[in-house]
């Protein structure tokens, strides 16, 4: 089969589309990617055969896991890589004039039709040193892809990992809504936020293409400006209310609503707990439920949470109950949202009590206004009563950590491994083409990953195993795994006979995160000194990586 060609779920072929972003071509690198492209073909290089490893160095966020992903998007940007005339037009521009023509024919000629791409699972927990993906074939090609595959992983891992970091914070009960769409980082953020924050554990987004696009469920309801466009219920000329088939369900809403609104304001457990309230917030809300009486959500923050949005917002959900519809609930936007949701809770049940209308205290009560992990934390320790958070400036932008540091290191070439030195340990690369595993232990965590040798025989379930760390000869433990999942797939075959791992649904890889992290041992995943996970290396291995280390490295001389 093509791989370029991909199964649906009903198992029919289908060529995969390319990348979300039209902007990512294979012009979408750097210069020296052409120049070392350039030269490699000027030497006779250009065919040889590489392994380049994509990982990353430390975690983001001061934490200690990593949630992979933009493999997708990878694979779609292989799948229809093809350089344009223009494109090899404007190249000709911009390289040399002392490149040859032969050169931008070459050129002219590559696709990915040679290059083969394993990849660990989009969606999973990830750690350093861990090859994300392993990436194979003629090296000019391969080094032409190493910009757009470390631009389309980077932002995507992190922003996923940020809001599974939220998530973590926020609890499973909570909704979360990703509302970063106009503080993000340019279309092409807001768009790969909203994608990737659905995948780390958020519900639904304010984004309506990345809706259209992805299949993400939207949420929304209105700002503060459609509040104070409002002067009085005066402005309201049509009061009916009407269902969805136009059948008048009530003549006169307005009246209804205000009629509520006077019974809230003199009943015995409202009494003097808040006087006339704002008549233009009310027509706000008025005109609002006439348009969306299934789905009345307002924004109570305008003028006065207690003493006019949340008294405001019932007489208008109450006259829906009336009706036969359910309000959805509040959204508070400013103040001390631990305070104010209590004590609109506190309302609701009131009202509940008061009126005999069954479940108003479970009103949907929502707050935003820049939140994030820490405020998150902080009203959990207060105590609350929000039901969901919208989450958006420190959300999208990655505020805590602006990158997340992958890097594209050569491990191969003519099966001949290669090692990156450097005074700086950590940014040793680890040589040759390899095998990763998870080993988990008896509880079902999963307990060490490991690296090894392309040849070596992978690691048994119940068989004693010895776990190396790749540089600290001191560090070192025996593990017995009682479950082992190899990590790297084959997800694009290139030219060779391997069987193409399936591209899943958003959801899925969405599903694949959540329960990865349901997975992870406890202290891992604390938000203030969570316990490292160890990434290892077999004994064969390291004892390869210290031989090539010694032989590469030059040997100085005293005077």
Known sequence: MDPSVNANANGLARTLDGPTNPMVTPLLTDLYQFTMAYAYWKAGKHLEQAVFDLFFRK???????????????????????????????????????????????????????????????????????????????????????????????????LVATNAARHRFVAGKSKNLLEFGLRRAQGPDGGISASKYCYIGGFDASSNVAAGRLFGIPLRGTHSHAFVSSFMSPDEIVE???????????????????????????????????????????????????LAFPNNFLALVDTYDVMRSGVPNFSAVALALSDLGYKAAGIRLDSGDLAYLSIESRKFFCAIEKEFSVTGFGKMTITASNDLNEETLDALNKQGHEVDAFGIGTYLVTCYAQAALGCVFKLVEINNQPRIKLSEDVSKVSIPCKKRCYRLFGREGYPL????????????????????????????????????????????????????????????????????????????????????????????????FIHFLWLNEAPVGELQ
Not at 258 to 277: A, D, M, P, V
Request: glycine share 4%; with cysteine.
């Open 59 to 157: 975690n983001p966020f001061g934490g200690e896991y990593t949630i992979f992903a933009g493999l997708e998007e990878c694979i779609q940007f292989i799948a229809n890589f093809k350089f344009k005339d223009e494109e090899i037009a404007f190249l000709r521009t911009a390289l040399p004039a002392t490149c040859e023509d032969d050169f931008f024919e070459y050129l002219r000629g590559i696709d990915c039709s040679d290059v083969e791409v394993h990849a660990i699972s989009e969606g999973s927990v990830v750690f350093p040193k861990i090859p994300l993906l392993r990436v194979q074939g003629p090296i000019a090609v391969v080094q032409l892809l190493e910009t757009p595959f470390v631009n389309l992983i980077n932002y995507a891992s």
């Open 239 to 289: 009061k009916a209310l009407c269902s969805s088939d136009g059948s008048v369900t009530c003549e006169d809403f307005v009246s209804l609503v205000q009629s509520w609104l006077n019974k809230i304001q003199w009943s015995n457990s409202f009494r003097g707990i808040f006087g006339e309230t704002n008549q233009s917030e009310l027509a706000a809300f008025t005109s609002y439920a």
């Open 448 to 543: 060490v990953d490991i690296m090894t040798g392309e040849n070596e025989p992978p690691p048994k379930v119940a068989e004693r195993i010895l776990c190396r760390h790749p540089f600290n000869e001191s560090k070192r433990a025996y593990v017995v795994p009682q479950c082992v999942e190899e990590l790297l797939k084959c997800y694009w075959p290139g030219s060779s006979d391997k069987k193409r791992e399936e591209l899943p649904p958003l959801k899925k890889i969405r599903e694949r995160c959540i329960q990865q992290l349901s997975q992870m041992r406890p202290d891992h995943m604390r938000r203030l000194n969570p316990t490292p996970y160890k990434v290892s290396v077999s004994a064969k291995l390291y004892d």
